[in-house]
């Protein structure tokens, strides 16, 4: 039977919302783009519009007021490290609070709970000492344990929903079998654990590498700074200088969004996986 | 076959029971536990103590700390600017939450139903979250400047009167940080709500269907309540976000000006403690801030439970 679609108005409205929506959340990055290659007159008076001219006169700016390779090395550095260092205490951790008992472990979960609600923000004075007294400051180490220290409570507590989900028959097999808790721990928990695992290492990954609070607090030295930070100094000194801005956001925006890609695929795969059950 | 059967529940058995069983439990519970702990101990627990600490004296960061009482929380409590603070504080929380959390609801109920193009909007709207606050502060700030995109645009339809320096007063600029929070952050609340509505049960819905629901009913009456657990989540999420993480923003857009009229805690807490060095001071509003975060979880989670 043919069957003819309905083109109701009130799918017309609804198309019309949600795509008026996406403009407003692509059409700032066209606009960033576009004027990244405008010089400040052009883009005063052809704000709109494509370049008349397509200059790079921002970009090489940008690119020589700023050491942009080691901006990038310790973005990259202090991310990954940190992705990969919360992932690994954290995964160990829902192990811990879910599937094994003992004394003080309600007391623990608890804890974490609890920090959930404390904004690590508001910590930038003691944390600053400690890291003082710790001979850290102006070290790559302090903003990677801050990182994972501020993302610990929320990351365990994603875990732990996923780990409670973990058949207890399994690990009684196991245990059967000879397994140490060690090897529970790598070769069932660590495997259905990955999607989870796989968002937040996403998650993690963005927050760690646009994060401005504690690395301009704790990186003080230019060389240390990361691409954020750097973006921030920009701002600072030719915050009016449109344009010049706009390529110093593109500049910032490229590793982020190749990141994104990249795993945008995996997750949408491991969203598939985990809803699949 | 019976011996055999039986010999597997005696291994079961004292897999589960058994003195080894406990112990091992016990010693790779805390082995497993302890470096998160560590961690969470050393760089959030000690820092809270010691915020509390240092809220009863007088300390400016370096060496001197004497004890002063209750001081600090005196003055503040006497001081005009604290207000103000605390108001614009809950402008964004009152604007915010409803904001943050509706939005991209609607949005998700709308998507949901897998209409053409979903995976496009869904790519698209979760873009703006892989951007640093920075990023987003800034392209704000420049879209809403004085001689901005907006303005120009406002200008060409004739609302000259409308094409003011939204960022220079309190009463613009704040609604604008909520929109700016909402559009960097709505994507990934989009793709929550959905990943929670893909965990009801379709059956439900087919039945809902067959029974001649249309789409407004059966968003409202199988997929809302089918989500109630994260729309809940997400909703005191959103209030500790509206307190802890609007520092980003208004230090990029606006620094908190003019004046204190766009000051939001978080950043009256820096203010007074990196620029004005008193940190004794700056602690106390921090224990302010906690308090306050607790009190509205709390008075979140009673609502929610009389609900039920």
């Not at chain 1, 903003?143 to 690990?171: K, M, W």
């Not at chain 2, 019976?2 to 079961?12: D, H, L, V």
């Not at chain 2, 004046?259 to 001071?281: H, N, P, Q």
């Amino acid at each position: 039977m043919f069957r003819k679609k309905k083109i109701t108005l009130s799918k017309v409205i609804v198309y019309l919302f949600l795509i008026g929506v996406a403009i407003s959340t692509i059409y700032p990055v066209i606009f960033m783009i576009l004027s990244s290659f405008k010089d400040k007159i052009d883009y005063m008076k052809n704000m709109f519009g494509f370049p008349t001219v397509w200059k790079l006169n921002n970009y090489k700016a940008i690119f020589n007021s700023f050491d942009i390779k080691q901006m990038m090395f310790n973005s990259f550095y202090v991310t990954i490290a940190g992705v990969v260092i919360s992932l690994i205490v954290t995964s160990m951790a829902a192990f811990s609070l879910t599937k094994l008992k003992y004394k003080g472990r309600n007391g623990i979960f608890s804890l974490f709970m609890f920090v959930l609600m404390v904004p690590g923000q508001a910590l930038m004075m003691p944390i600053y000492v400690i890291m003082s007294k710790l001979g850290l400051v102006n070290t790559r180490l302090s903003v990677i344990l801050v990182y994972v220290a501020t993302s610990i409570a929320f990351s365990t507590y994603l875990l732990c929903q996923n780990c409670r989900d973990i058949p207890d028959e399994i690990i009684e097999a196991a245990r059967i079998d000879g397994a140490g808790y060690p090897r529970v721990y790598g070769c069932i928990i660590v495997p259905m654990l990955r999607p989870t695992m796989a968002t937040l290492a996403i998650l993690n990954f963005l927050s760690y590498w646009n994060e401005i609070v504690y690395s301009r607090l704790l990186l003080q030295k230019t060389q240390l700074h990361t691409m954020t930070l750097g973006l921030l100094t920009l701002n600072g000194k030719y915050g009016t200088n449109m344009p010049l801005l706009m390529s110093g956001l593109i500049i910032n925006l490229i590793p982020a969004l190749m990141i994104f890609m990249i795993f945008n695929k995996y997750l949408s795969k491991g969203i598939a996986m985990g809803s699949g059950k | 076959m019976t011996t055999i059967a039986k010999k597997e529940e005696g291994g079961k058995r004292a897999v589960q029971k058994g003195r080894n069983e406990k112990s091992a439990q016990r010693i790779w519970g805390y082995a497993f536990v302890a470096p998160a702990l560590i961690i969470l101990c050393v760089f959030m627990l000690l820092p809270i103590l010691q915020i509390f600490y240092y809220s009863l004296t007088n300390w400016n960061g370096g060496l001197k700390s004497d004890f002063i009482g209750l001081k600090n929380y005196i003055d503040i409590f006497k001081n005009p600017d604290f207000f103000t603070v605390l108001k614009n504080n809950l402008v964004i929380l009152l604007l915010g939450v409803p904001v943050w959390t509706i939005f991209p609801l609607l949005i998700a109920m709308i998507i949901y139903e897998e209409i053409k193009g979903y995976k496009f909007f869904k790519t698209v709207y979760f873009f703006p979250s892989v951007l640093s606050i920075v990023i987003v502060g800034t392209l704000f700030k420049t879209f809403f400047g004085y001689v901005g995109p907006v303005n120009m645009l406002l200008r060409n339809m004739g609302l000259d009167h409308l094409a003011i320096e939204w960022l220079a007063e309190g009463r613009t600029s704040l609604p604008i940080i909520v929109l700016a929070v909402n559009w960097a952050g709505f994507g990934s609340a989009v793709l929550i709500y959905l990943a929670a509505m893909s965990a009801i049960d379709p059956g439900i819905h087919e039945a809902a269907q067959l029974d001649g629901a249309n789409w407004l009913q059966k968003s409202l009456y199988v997929t809302l309540p089918g989500i109630k657990n994260v729309v809940q989540f997400t909703i005191v999420l959103n209030i500790i976000h509206a307190f802890s993480q609007m520092f980003s923003y208004v230090l990029v857009m606006t620094n908190g000006g003019p004046g204190y009229e766009s000051t939001v805690l978080e950043y009256f807490i820096y203010l007074k403690g990196f620029r004005a060095g008193d940190m004794g001071y700056a602690s106390a509003l921090s224990v302010i801030l906690f308090v306050l975060v607790c009190v509205i979880n709390l008075l979140q989670s009673l609502i929610g439970r009389k609900e039920d």
